[in-house]
């Protein structure tokens, strides 16, 4: 699989971006879906997932309530909607995608076999 990030940019706080993963070489079907994200200087953390394409989704606590994950399995596509934007959201924002994640390895980094090439998300004061 293949994927492609696109979406970022330069945002004010509290305005909003959404960002678009598109995967080629294999369907989204059945696969989990994630976003992570890596601040200048700072690890690659997790954001949020939706398991096996469906309808059970996850969210890191600082994004909860802010970004909504949805993945489009007919278009092959998956988005991060991302409101009320704050500085701290600065980063490189990274989908990944694999086949055969189990539930309890949802938010960790190297379970993912797939990932895009990351999109920068500049939000300023």
């Known amino acids: 699989v293949q994927l492609q990030a696109s979406g970022g940019g330069l945002a004010q706080a509290g305005g909003s971006l959404r960002l678009s993963c598109a995967a080629s070489g294999r369907t989204f079907s059945r696969q989990t879906i994630a976003w992570f994200r890596q601040a200048p200087g700072k690890e690659r953390e997790f954001v949020a997932a939706i398991f096996r394409s469906g309808s059970n989704t996850y969210y890191a606590d600082s994004v909860k309530g802010r970004f909504t994950i949805s993945v489009n399995n007919a278009k092959n596509t998956a988005s991060l909607l991302m409101n009320s934007l704050r500085p701290e959201d600065t980063a490189v924002y990274y989908c990944?995608?694999?086949?055969?994640?189990?539930?309890?390895?949802?938010?960790?980094?190297?379970?993912?076999?797939?990932w895009g090439q990351g999109t920068l998300v500049t939000v300023s004061s």
């Open positions: 990944a995608a694999s086949p055969s994640i189990i539930l309890s390895a949802i938010r960790v980094d190297h379970s993912y076999a797939y």
